[in-house]
């Protein structure tokens, strides 16, 4: 057990770097009226997520414990839906209303595209 939640805190450790890393990127190569680098990790998190979850389920279907790490661990920290309302609760407060709409909508649309875009891929795999 304690080897199992060393292994979901890494993950998770890495999950955050990653995360941190590939939206500062983001954000400073493509300024924008609302922040794209928590919609490209979301959309990207949830197309992992997809892919992953078909792999799981077809090909790596004994591996719980992988599965459990991936998710929990690495794409729980990966991917933050508190970045996505924190980034459009301030869009608001500064009244900027169509680019929060559009922030939240995009959120919402590519990621559902992106995670059955995942399983797709992950079946072919």
Known sequence: MASKLLLLALA??????????????????????FPPGT????????????FFWMLFEMRWMHAAESRTILFVGFMGAFTTFYAVMMENSEL????????AALHLSLHNLLGIVAVFAGAALGRLV
């Open 39 to 50: 919609l490209i990790v979301n959309t990207a998190g949830c197309f992992l997520a997809g």
């Open 92 to 99: 608001l407060r500064s009244a900027a209303w169509m680019p």
């Open 12 to 33: 998770g450790a890495a999950g955050t770097v990653t995360r941190f890393g590939i939206s500062a990127a983001v954000n400073h190569f493509f300024p924008s009226s």
